[in-house]
């Protein structure tokens, strides 16, 4: 079953996954798992909308796949 979210542009799905999941970390291979793009996409995508909605990136565990690696979260701690 398709949602309303299936017809948004990658970037607005990620401005809601990340919202929705504030104070989780995700890598771009797990962001890309979850929304069903390839890990550039979502790069490009945050590179997009990084800045502007205030993601944190840093270099930490991944929640989803529990490596270490460049991460992105919505937390403002």
């Known amino acids: 079953m398709q ?9 607005d799905r990620l401005i ?3 919202r929705a999941y504030r104070t989780v970390r995700f890598c771009d291979d ?3 798992l ?3 793009a390839f890990p550039q996409e979502v ?3 945050l590179l997009i ?4 909605y ?3 990136m840093e270099t930490a565990v991944c929640s989803d796949c529990l490596q ?3 991460v992105v979260s919505a937390s403002t701690a």
């Open 3 to 11: 949602t309303v979210s299936d017809h948004l542009p990658l970037q």
């Open 16 to 18: 809601l996954l990340l």
């Open 30 to 32: 797990c962001l890309a």
């Open 34 to 36: 979850r929304m069903g």
């Open 43 to 45: 790069q490009n995508a």
């Open 49 to 52: 909308t990084g800045r502007r």
């Open 54 to 56: 205030g993601f944190q």
């Open 68 to 70: 270490t690696r460049s």
